[in-house]
């Protein structure tokens, strides 16, 4: 679901403070280097620009420099906490609450839409209005 935080990154910082620096990464290194034409198309109905996007892997030093780490779903959220470690895990907590976010990937391009549709009504949570 690298490419879902990819999105969520765009979103949360359009709607966030100037200040603010969201970065993006998954927890595996299946999809490293690689961009999504799916949910780049997804992202691009919503205005939002992945094209130069590329899935990473997260690091312990990605999740050393966060403020806060916020996962997609529950059980990528039971990961982090597993590798994170005792003085980051106060950093991490679910991107949309209690609702987890639907993986689109093998689906159809409307899943993608939904999913990045998702992702954007989520970034109310995290980032005031402007």
Same mark, same amino acid.
């Given at each position: 679901? =690298?490419? #879902?935080?990819? +999105?969520? /990154?765009?979103?949360? !910082?359009?709607?966030?403070?100037?200040?603010?620096?969201?970065?993006? $990464?998954?927890?595996?290194?299946?999809?490293?280097?690689?961009?999504?034409?799916?949910?780049?198309?997804?992202?691009?109905?919503?205005?939002?620009?992945?094209?130069?996007?590329?899935?990473?892997?997260?690091?312990?030093?990605?999740? =050393?420099? #966060?403020?806060? +780490?916020? /996962?997609?779903?529950? !059980?990528?959220?039971?990961?982090?906490?597993?590798?994170?470690?005792? $003085?980051?895990?106060?950093?991490?907590?679910?991107?949309?609450?209690?609702?987890?976010?639907?993986?689109?990937?093998?689906?159809?391009?409307?899943?993608?839409?939904?999913?990045?549709?998702?992702?954007?009504?989520?970034?109310?949570?995290?980032?005031?209005?402007?």
């Amino acid at each position: 679901m =690298s490419i #879902a935080i990819a +999105v969520a /990154a765009l979103a949360l !910082a359009r709607r966030g403070a100037v200040e603010l620096e969201v970065r993006s $990464a998954g927890l595996i290194g299946k999809w490293e280097g690689e961009p999504n034409e799916s949910m780049i198309a997804a992202a691009r109905r919503l205005g939002l620009d992945l094209t130069a996007h590329r899935g990473q892997q997260i690091t312990l030093d990605m999740l =050393s420099w #966060a403020d806060s +780490v916020l /996962a997609m779903d529950a !059980a990528v959220l039971e990961t982090l906490r597993a590798i994170c470690g005792e $003085a980051n895990e106060r950093k991490l907590g679910p991107y949309l609450g209690d609702r987890e976010l639907p993986d689109p990937m093998g689906k159809d391009q409307e899943a993608f839409h939904a999913c990045a549709v998702l992702i954007e009504a989520g970034t109310a949570l995290h980032v005031g209005q402007q």
